[in-house]
Nanobody
Protein backbone atom coordinates (compact mmCIF):
# COMPACT_ATOMS: atom_id res chain seq x y z
CA UNK A 1 0.00 0.00 0.00
CA UNK A 2 1.45 3.32 -1.05
CA UNK A 3 2.08 5.85 1.69
CA UNK A 4 3.29 9.44 1.49
CA UNK A 5 4.82 11.41 4.32
CA UNK A 6 5.72 15.10 4.33
CA UNK A 7 8.63 16.46 6.33
CA UNK A 8 10.25 19.84 6.77
CA UNK A 9 10.29 22.91 8.98
CA UNK A 10 7.16 23.98 10.79
CA UNK A 11 8.32 27.60 11.05
CA UNK A 12 9.98 29.67 8.33
CA UNK A 13 10.94 33.34 8.33
CA UNK A 14 9.68 35.72 5.65
CA UNK A 15 11.85 35.92 2.51
CA UNK A 16 13.36 32.49 3.15
CA UNK A 17 12.99 29.44 0.93
CA UNK A 18 10.74 26.71 2.23
CA UNK A 19 11.79 23.16 1.39
CA UNK A 20 9.48 20.24 2.08
CA UNK A 21 10.20 16.61 1.31
CA UNK A 22 7.74 13.84 0.52
CA UNK A 23 8.93 10.32 1.29
CA UNK A 24 7.08 7.64 -0.64
CA UNK A 25 6.79 4.00 0.38
CA UNK A 26 4.98 1.15 -1.31
CA UNK A 27 5.45 2.52 -4.83
CA UNK A 28 8.25 3.85 -6.99
CA UNK A 29 8.08 7.47 -8.09
CA UNK A 30 9.72 6.64 -11.42
CA UNK A 31 7.40 3.98 -12.85
CA UNK A 32 3.95 3.98 -14.43
CA UNK A 33 2.25 7.23 -15.29
CA UNK A 34 1.76 8.50 -11.78
CA UNK A 35 2.13 12.20 -11.13
CA UNK A 36 3.36 13.34 -7.74
CA UNK A 37 2.10 16.68 -6.59
CA UNK A 38 2.25 19.35 -3.94
CA UNK A 39 -0.87 21.06 -2.65
CA UNK A 40 -1.65 23.30 0.27
CA UNK A 41 -4.56 24.65 2.29
CA UNK A 42 -4.19 28.08 3.90
CA UNK A 43 -6.32 28.69 6.99
CA UNK A 44 -9.92 29.36 6.07
CA UNK A 45 -9.31 28.77 2.37
CA UNK A 46 -9.73 25.99 -0.16
CA UNK A 47 -7.02 23.57 -1.12
CA UNK A 48 -4.62 24.85 -3.80
CA UNK A 49 -2.70 22.77 -6.27
CA UNK A 50 0.88 24.07 -6.57
CA UNK A 51 2.69 21.78 -8.97
CA UNK A 52 3.70 18.23 -9.77
CA UNK A 53 6.44 16.00 -11.12
CA UNK A 54 5.85 13.10 -13.45
CA UNK A 55 7.36 9.63 -13.30
CA UNK A 56 9.79 10.68 -16.04
CA UNK A 57 10.85 13.75 -14.09
CA UNK A 58 8.99 16.47 -15.95
CA UNK A 59 7.52 19.23 -13.82
CA UNK A 60 4.54 21.51 -14.26
CA UNK A 61 3.19 24.25 -12.03
CA UNK A 62 0.18 26.33 -11.24
CA UNK A 63 0.56 29.83 -12.70
CA UNK A 64 0.05 31.13 -9.18
CA UNK A 65 3.28 29.49 -8.03
CA UNK A 66 5.37 29.10 -11.17
CA UNK A 67 7.64 32.03 -10.36
CA UNK A 68 8.45 30.83 -6.84
CA UNK A 69 8.05 27.07 -6.75
CA UNK A 70 10.20 24.25 -8.00
CA UNK A 71 9.89 20.51 -7.54
CA UNK A 72 12.83 18.14 -7.49
CA UNK A 73 13.28 14.47 -6.75
CA UNK A 74 15.80 12.03 -5.33
CA UNK A 75 15.10 8.73 -7.03
CA UNK A 76 17.62 6.85 -4.86
CA UNK A 77 15.54 7.76 -1.80
CA UNK A 78 12.17 7.63 -3.56
CA UNK A 79 11.47 11.19 -2.48
CA UNK A 80 10.38 14.39 -4.12
CA UNK A 81 10.62 17.90 -2.74
CA UNK A 82 8.98 21.30 -2.97
CA UNK A 83 11.08 24.45 -2.88
CA UNK A 84 9.11 27.67 -2.40
CA UNK A 85 11.14 30.86 -2.45
CA UNK A 86 10.50 34.31 -1.00
CA UNK A 87 7.85 33.11 1.41
CA UNK A 88 5.49 35.54 3.13
CA UNK A 89 2.96 35.07 5.92
CA UNK A 90 0.41 34.36 3.18
CA UNK A 91 2.25 31.10 2.56
CA UNK A 92 1.19 29.84 5.99
CA UNK A 93 -0.74 26.65 5.28
CA UNK A 94 -0.96 22.92 5.68
CA UNK A 95 1.13 21.46 2.88
CA UNK A 96 0.34 18.08 1.34
CA UNK A 97 2.06 15.77 -1.08
CA UNK A 98 -0.16 13.49 -3.09
CA UNK A 99 -0.32 11.08 -6.01
CA UNK A 100 -2.51 11.16 -9.09
CA UNK A 101 -2.92 8.49 -11.79
CA UNK A 102 -1.94 10.96 -14.53
CA UNK A 103 -1.57 14.67 -15.25
CA UNK A 104 -3.45 16.39 -12.44
CA UNK A 105 -3.97 20.08 -11.79
CA UNK A 106 -6.84 20.03 -9.32
CA UNK A 107 -6.91 18.68 -5.77
CA UNK A 108 -9.80 16.30 -6.54
CA UNK A 109 -7.68 14.52 -9.13
CA UNK A 110 -5.28 13.26 -6.46
CA UNK A 111 -6.35 10.02 -4.81
CA UNK A 112 -3.49 9.24 -2.40
CA UNK A 113 -2.46 11.88 0.11
CA UNK A 114 0.06 12.38 2.86
CA UNK A 115 -1.21 13.47 6.25
CA UNK A 116 -0.07 17.06 5.69
CA UNK A 117 2.37 19.25 7.54
CA UNK A 118 1.68 22.67 9.04
CA UNK A 119 4.02 25.44 7.94
CA UNK A 120 3.89 28.88 9.51
CA UNK A 121 5.70 31.85 8.02
CA UNK A 122 6.51 34.38 10.71
CA UNK A 123 9.41 36.47 11.93
Amino acid sequence: QVQLRESGPSLVKPSQTLTLTCSVSGASIIINNYNWGWLRQPPGKDQEWMGAITASGDTYYSPAFKSRASISRDTSRNQFALHLSSVTPEDTAVYYCARAPSDARRPEEYNVWGQGTQVTVSS
